[in-house]
């Protein structure tokens, strides 16, 4: 058995990401048909992981994931490009939002057992290659920056991603930017000691922004109470950081 990470597609509009498990080790990348608001609806896999790995953690936090009973797969992403995707420290949903075309997210979320049904995403995904995101991340006329870079990374994109805010541009570094924006989630208002922005950073800074990101939306998907998912992303970083010992 597999647990399944996956975006669902509802109203035409990706959700929250969501745990199931299956059978099937479905590709990452791929469509596939879970259940999302008691309806079948079509989801990208962001993650397939071994359900003996992960029992402990979903036993300990209570986590409800929903069973996936059809074994519908339709490639749409290359792994490579979702993966680095998943690094820009930005909600996953928003991120495919930009980058899928409505015409596109509207066919997808019609898709049942027809595969037939999915002629305007299987052109999409011909042309879905990291030239493409990027052009769709990135605004053209944002200044000092060389539109000939062909580096796809968390540098070149969420850098860029950074300066669209304007209230964020003194956040200088990816780690600056993780540091507002967790802490505006978890509504931390503490200017100094547990839980200011000084606080978060001097641990944030041993840690991967790869890997601060996946706990965060980790906790997002989990659906708990604020305060409980913020004792579980504190935990996740605290165990990272004894196994770095």
Excluded: C
């Excluded at 580096?151 to 956040?171: D, P, T, V």
């Excluded at 659906?223 to 004894?242: A, V």
């Amino acid at each position: 058995m597999y647990i399944i990470t996956a975006i669902p597609i509802f109203k035409n509009k990706f959700q929250k990401t969501k745990l199931y498990f299956s059978g099937e080790n479905f590709s990452v990348g791929s469509i596939i048909l879970v259940t999302y608001d008691t309806k079948e609806k079509p989801a990208i896999v962001l993650k397939s992981e071994d359900l003996k790995q992960q029992k402990t953690y979903l036993r300990k936090n209570k986590v409800k994931i929903e069973k996936i009973s059809n074994k519908l797969e339709i490639p749409i992403f290359e792994k490579e490009i979702l993966q680095k995707i998943q690094t820009i420290p930005k909600p996953i949903e928003e991120i495919l939002q930009k980058i899928f075309p409505k015409k596109v997210i509207v066919e997808l979320n019609k898709i049942k057992n027809n595969k037939s049904e999915t002629i305007e995403s299987k052109n999409f995904s011909k042309k879905l290659d990291k030239e493409y995101v990027k052009k769709k991340l990135i605004k053209k006329q944002v200044s000092g920056t060389n539109s000939k870079n062909k580096n796809f990374g968390i540098k070149s994109i969420s850098s860029l991603i950074l300066e669209e805010k304007e209230s964020k541009k003194s956040l200088h570094s990816e780690k600056h930017y993780l540091v507002d924006e967790i802490r505006n989630y978890f509504g931390e208002k503490a200017e100094k000691g547990k839980g200011s922005f000084g606080f978060y950073l001097g641990f944030f800074r041993r840690v991967p922004e790869k890997t601060i990101y996946q706990y965060w939306s980790e906790v997002k998907q989990s659906r708990k109470p604020i305060l409980s998912q913020q004792k579980i992303f504190w935990w996740k970083i605290g165990q990272y950081l004894k196994e770095k010992k």
